[in-house]
């Protein structure tokens, strides 16, 4: 089954809204990076957190390993933040399974 | 800044094609990785080579090869297509494979199978 679950799959906001993205596991972790994925376009890292939380501007990424989730907090979004936002786990040491994505569409 | 090249980024052909992808990293990474994504934007892994060894193939179809001449380079080959091989490839490399190393990944090859 999925080892990976990305909730909301869809998300609007108004500019200037913040927005909490979860990514919830199945099975124990390795790794967690999150990747932003332009509308057609290639994937860039956005965060690589196995555990703890990380800053990065205006994005915030939190994992909890006994809680088997990781979530991305973006604040004061910005039309340029829409696109897909994808979680991938790192159960052992070789494979990345990525997550459906959220969808992130920010309107002016 | 891309240090991971595809080509060729788009290509439309006939069920029962050839085609090939190719794929070359400047990062000096040991692992590269060919990905499959999907109409709903689900990645799947497809294969992973390090230092020219194969250390992951999934179940994918036999039509499917990777071809490496070295840890730069991850070809990805399709003989004969079918209309459900519609999809973009995506090629990424890492530092060494799996935990503890992030992907970079190109800016993918969308295939088109009529």
């Known amino acids: 089954g999925q080892q990976v679950q990305q909730s909301p799959a869809s998300l609007v906001l108004q500019e200037g809204e913040n927005a909490e993205l979860q990514c919830n596991f199945s099975t124990s972790l390795n790794s967690m990076q999150w990747f932003y994925q332009r509308p057609g376009g290639s994937l860039v890292s956005l965060f690589y957190n196995p555990s703890g939380t990380k800053h990065s501007g205006r994005l915030t990424s939190t994992t909890v390993i006994k809680e088997r989730r990781s979530s991305l907090h973006i604040s004061s979004s910005q039309t340029t933040d829409s696109g897909t936002y994808l979680c991938a786990l790192v159960p052992g040491y070789q494979n990345f399974y990525f997550g459906k994505g959220t969808s992130l569409t920010v309107i002016p | 800044e891309t240090a991971v090249f595809q080509t060729p980024n788009y290509h439309v052909t006939q069920v029962g094609n050839e085609v090939s992808f190719n794929c070359k990293q400047t990062l000096g990474h040991d692992t590269m990785y060919w990905y499959k994504q999907d109409s709903k934007k689900l990645l799947k892994i497809m294969f992973s080579y390090n230092n020219k060894q194969l250390i992951v193939n999934e179940t994918v179809p036999r039509r499917f090869s990777p071809q490496s001449s070295d840890k730069a380079h991850l070809n990805l080959r399709i003989k004969s297509v079918e209309p459900e091989d519609s999809a973009v490839y995506l090629c990424?490399?890492?530092?060494?494979?799996?935990?503890?190393?992030?992907?970079?990944f190109g800016e993918g090859s969308r295939l088109i199978v009529v």
């Open positions: 990424a490399s890492s530092p060494t494979g799996g935990g503890g190393n992030t992907l970079y």
